[in-house]
Nanobody
Framework: QVQVVESGGGLVQAGGSLRLSCAAS????????MAWYRQAPGNQREVVAT???????DYADSVRGRFTISGDKGKNTVYLQMNSLKPEDTGVFYC??????????????WGQGTLVTVSS
């Protein structure tokens, strides 16, 4: 079993920055991908940024150029630096850690989520 814990959410004004952290622990053998998702009120959960252990990253179009994902494979930790935040970035941010093959999740574990609120 893999435990995933996020931290770093909070309230910020539009244009501000926040940095989220996520750590996976437990039986992490085989973990090769960590990703951030966002769920806005009334919306489905959507992927925001992905980090694979071959050092590839990918971003949703809505955050590209504003958010940066980085990771420490040895510590099974991933970060999300969020700059130029907009009110529409508001939501619960979830971290997912697990094993993917050709971008498909074979096995993934979710954290409990951390709330990000961006005021206008």
């Amino acid at each position: 079993q893999v435990q995933v814990v996020e931290s770093g959410g909070g309230l910020v004004q539009a244009g501000g920055s926040l940095r989220l952290s996520c750590a996976a622990s437990g039986v992490t053998t085989g973990v090769n991908t960590m990703a951030w998702y966002r769920q806005a009120p009334g919306n489905q959960r959507e992927v925001v940024a992905t980090f694979t252990y071959d050092d590839k990253t990918d971003y949703a179009d809505s955050v590209r150029g504003r958010f940066t994902i980085s990771g420490d494979k040895g510590k099974n930790t991933v970060y999300l630096q969020m700059n130029s935040l907009k009110p529409e970035d508001t939501g619960v941010f979830y971290c997912r850690a697990g094993f993917t093959h050709s971008t498909n999740w074979i096995r993934g574990y979710w954290g409990q989520g951390t709330l990000v609120t961006v005021s206008s």
